[in-house]
């Protein structure tokens, strides 16, 4: 068993425990930081698979009208107008390929 499935079965196991996670860990014998650090890495990667790529549909506009613009978790907003733009859009569609 992996450590990522091993710690997930715990998170199961805890969540159905009904105790607290410092109680539950006492009673188990693992560290309280090691059990919040997993804790923190599952929700994580469970965000991030919460979060596919959207579809976009793409028209045929002039370079001088097109723009993107890419929110992050943290709220910063990055915007390309142009030609800069498409080329951005030309690399990531690249990369994904």
Request: aromatic content about 8%.
């Amino acid at each position: 068993m992996t450590k990522r499935a091993l710690w997930k079965k715990r998170m199961g196991q805890w969540e159905r425990s009904g105790q607290s996670q410092r109680e539950f860990c006492a009673k188990r014998g693992v560290a309280l930081s090691s059990f919040q650090w997993w804790r923190a890495k599952l929700r994580r990667a469970e965000a991030a698979q919460a979060m596919p790529f959207v579809p976009l549909a793409l028209s045929a506009t002039p370079a001088a009208a097109a723009a993107i613009e890419v929110e992050l978790r943290s709220k910063t907003r990055l915007r390309l107008e142009g030609e800069a733009a498409l080329r951005a859009l030309d690399s990531v569609v690249a990369r994904i390929r």
